[in-house]
């Protein structure tokens, strides 16, 4: 290659012309918003002076002496979510009662009042540095709300939050997502706090600028407008986010998300293993069964939502058995389920297609690689040589270049003829669809109502011992 061809072709990989001639349409997500919607599955821990006092909401005048676990470790925690196939773990620094799970110089109720390591530890160091050893990235979960800081209330109150969200910012490592509970109670004396958001988000992304912000607003993702894991089968990446704030009365609107939405703010499920948030010993004998967690893995991730699944730690400082029991069930559940994709076995065709963006990388495996249809409405066909077995069908859009899709079908060919089989809304990053077996030779999806012409990175078929 001539010097300057070489040139010109590094410049096309810095402009990011992977995809030369493919426009985005409408609201796109960010590059780190991108990466974010592949991680789909983390963890969420809930722990704190509530692990040792049996309740979901601390006052903030519990003795700081409480927090007192025998065995804490933060290398269990990592490696368990490891081999649950998570991809990082958010854990609660600071919940309502104000309790920091590090030494904060902004508070006098800390680890650091505490007896556990002599008032010497720092569950964020140990936890962030698990996380590096194990490659999980690590999340923070701060509570504006603080029952325990005699400044809440006051306006002095939200610098001292952003000083206390310095402190976590920049002693640890990367920060991928930015946890902010919305909730706004009244401190001890009284009063509820005015939060300065702009401020906090301004601050979150001047030490981590790619850091996700979660709220009920976003703006980098947002809550899906309930807690038990479900997002909409419709399911917008995109919101009006003049209209809503945190403790927007509204929230169900969250499930689905707003069709025509102004920002990119897609759904996180957050959602727990067990009835509370935090550790109790009432529920050891409830965590979620097996079937419960895979209608919520279907119900998050399979309708374009990340998972956010809460295993709150113990007295102990570790996870319970039960609850890793359950997890590693969980794991294997999904990979043997989308062990092997049948979709290779058999010939696509679309419609049309857009330039190089050809049927063929709908069954390429890799979810980066695109057909583009020449028009909005349009159809793609699976064929087989041989009958196939199915019961799942994952599709998957390209949203780098837009939200495209508003409903589709889903036909099966049937003594002859192609019968409908489904009709649905939105694809979104990624949409798993469940059936009873289904034994053909072809099936075809037809997009039936689209914003744009659609972009799609794969279609998959797969058979799940139910
Ligand atoms: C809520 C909190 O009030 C709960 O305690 C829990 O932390 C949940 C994830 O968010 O707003
Ligand atoms: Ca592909």
Known sequence: MKKNSSILLLLLLLHGCSQPGLKPFGTVPSASQLQWHELEYYMF????????????????NEDPKIFYPTRLDCRQWAATAKQAGMKGIII?????????????????????ESLWKNGQGDVLRELSDACREYGLRFGVYLSPWDRNHPAYGTP?????????????????????????????????????????WPLFNNTVYKHQPDAIIFSDAGPGCRWVGNENGFAGLTNWNTLNIE???????????LTEGH????????????????????YSPDTDDKVKSLEELVEIYYGSVGR????????????????????????MELAEMIRSSFKENLAERGRVSASSSSGIYKANNLIDN???????????????????????????????????????????????????????????TTIGYKRILRYTEITTTKIRIRVVDAKAPPVLGEIQLFFVND
């Open 45 to 60: 821990i809930h722990f704190g002076p509530n692990t040792f006092t049996n309740v979901e909401w601390g006052k903030g």
């Open 92 to 112: 609660t620094a600071k919940h309502h009662d104000g309790f920091c799970l590090w030494p904060s110089k902004f508070s006098t109720h800390t680890v650091r």
């Open 156 to 196: 002095e109150y939200n610098q001292i939050f952003v000083n206390m969200l310095e402190e976590v910012l920049t002693s640890y490592v990367d920060v991928f997502e930015q946890w902010f509970d919305g909730a706004n109670g009244e401190g001890p004396n009284g009063k509820k706090q005015v939060y300065d």
């Open 243 to 253: 209209k809503v704030y945190p403790g927007y009365p509204d929230y169900h609107e």
């Open 259 to 278: 069709e025509d939405g102004t920002h990119w703010v897609p759904a996180e499920c957050d959602v727990s293993i067990r009835p509370g948030w935090f």
């Open 304 to 327: 374009g939502s990340n998972l956010l699944l809460n295993v709150p730690v113990d007295r102990r400082g570790l996870i319970p058995k039960p609850d890793s029991l359950r997890l």
């Open 366 to 424: 890799n979810s980066r690689t695109y057909w583009v249809s020449a028009d909005a409405l349009s159809e793609i066909e699976l064929a087989f040589k041989e009958p196939v077995t199915f019961n799942r069908i994952v599709l998957q859009e390209g949203i780098e270049f837009g939200q495209r899709v508003k409903a589709f079908a889903v036909d099966v060919w049937k003594n002859d003829k192609y019968e409908e089989l489904d009709r649905q």
